[in-house]
């Protein structure tokens, strides 16, 4: 007989969590297990893609009517009695761990996704957070982190380490490909010539990501390497953003960036690239990275969250919010030679494969779904090694 997961999350705009959700229910078709997902507020870039591949979408809008909706999501679980209900970010833990449990749901999964806790947090959220610490005693069953730093983040604030465990995203190495002729084709568009060394970054503007620390170390690599060009992909990575404008400016080698903005091939625009390079101050476990990894390009990405333990042999770790140390990175890379590069990229596609496919996120989630069903406990010492 198929069990029910409910899924819950506090939006469907395309982020981390967003995609993570996504890729896992994908995988989990053809399994003993039914998904449905509840968006907490309306709108947001992954909502059709959920809706055109079949997934069962339920939009809410606690936003702006908070009581009527969380009401509305208490009898929602109550009609269709899932057997798990899995939230996704601290809101979704917060307000669906509650409705689960005043529903008469123990059976109830929580998701940690966050790791530099004092960093870019609006001051509800960290609100939410507290009073998710406290609550982490008695309302989830199992808390899955995505990232052992991320586990340690959350401990330290009040986090019950007892229901705590660990689940890295999986990827898709099937998805994650792109011909020779599409690269060559994108990077003609760009301007880019067959020689140019393409040093790339992937991921919406904003201050977590850092991408100031990634365009002042490329300033300092075209600098000393006529061949370097660097390409910007993802939301507000545009002509229109006068801050990252003026940061280019600034380089003196403006002529070496190219700017697409947020688009709907990052596939693409990975493999357009040479070299990825992650410039981050906060992650937990970034997607990005695994995807690049995935697509068999070597990365060069700032020591944050679960990167390194992400990265381990196959690729660059730099400290964060260090443009020199950046830009060494790179260029120690280039100054290997392509056959270097590709070596290298082939190794990271193979600890993807390896370590971080979606088979092996499945299995853990099964894992952990029997488990929670079955009223059993995982613990920090069940998370697969690295």
């Known amino acids: 007989m198929k069990r029910h997961v409910l899924h819950v999350i506090s939006g469907l705009s395309v982020g981390g969590a967003e995609m993570a959700l996504y890729r896992l229910i994908l995988q989990f078709r053809d399994s003993d297990y039914d998904h449905t997902v509840v968006a907490l507020t309306p709108g947001g870039g992954m909502s059709a893609r959920f809706e055109h591949v079949g997934i069962r979408l339920i939009v809410l809008d606690v936003r702006h009517s908070p009581f009527a909706h969380s009401v509305q999501l ?221 697509m068999g390009l070597p990365c060069v990405a700032t020591n944050v969250g679960d990167v390194a333990v992400l990265l381990a042999d196959t690729g660059v770790v730099v400290q964060k919010a260090d443009p020199d140390a950046l830009a060494r990175g790179v260029s120690g890379l280039i100054s290997r030679g392509p056959g270097y590069l590709f070596e290298l990229g082939q190794l990271a596609r193979e600890r993807i494969r390896a370590t971080y496919s979606m088979r092996c996120a499945r299995a853990r989630f099964e894992s952990i779904y029997d488990s929670v069903i079955n009223e059993g406990r995982l613990s920090c010492a069940d998370s697969p090694a690295s």
Request: charge should be neutral; include cysteine; proline fraction near 1%.
């Open 74 to 294: 208490v009898r929602l679980i109550r009609r269709l009695r899932p057997d798990i209900v899995q939230t996704w970010l601290y809101h979704a833990d917060f307000l669906g761990g509650l409705a689960a449990r005043v529903a008469g749901n123990s059976k109830v999964i929580w998701g940690i996704r966050t790791t530099d806790l004092d960093i870019g947090c609006a001051r509800t959220t960290s609100l939410v957070r507290r009073a998710c610490a406290l609550m982490s005693h008695w309302v989830p069953h199992t808390i899955v982190c995505v990232a052992d730093a991320a586990l340690r983040s959350h401990a330290l604030v009040g986090y019950d380490t007892t229901r705590m465990t660990v689940v890295a995203n999986g990827f898709d190495l099937g998805a994650l490909t792109a011909s020779e002729a599409e690269r060559n084709e994108l990077r003609r568009r760009c301007g880019f010539s067959a020689g140019d060394i393409v040093v790339g970054t992937l991921g919406r503007f904003n201050l977590d990501k850092d991408h100031g620390n990634f365009v002042e170390a490329a300033g300092k690599l075209a600098a000393k390497d006529d061949r370097v060009r660097f390409l910007m992909v993802g939301r507000d990575l545009d002509a229109a953003n006068q801050a990252l404008g003026q940061w280019i400016h600034a380089t003196g080698h403006a002529d070496r960036f190219v700017l697409l903005g947020e688009r709907d091939d990052a596939v693409v625009c990975l493999a357009a690239m040479d070299i990825f390079c992650l410039s981050s101050r906060t992650e937990a476990f970034p997607n990005v990275v695994g995807e690049a990894m995935a």
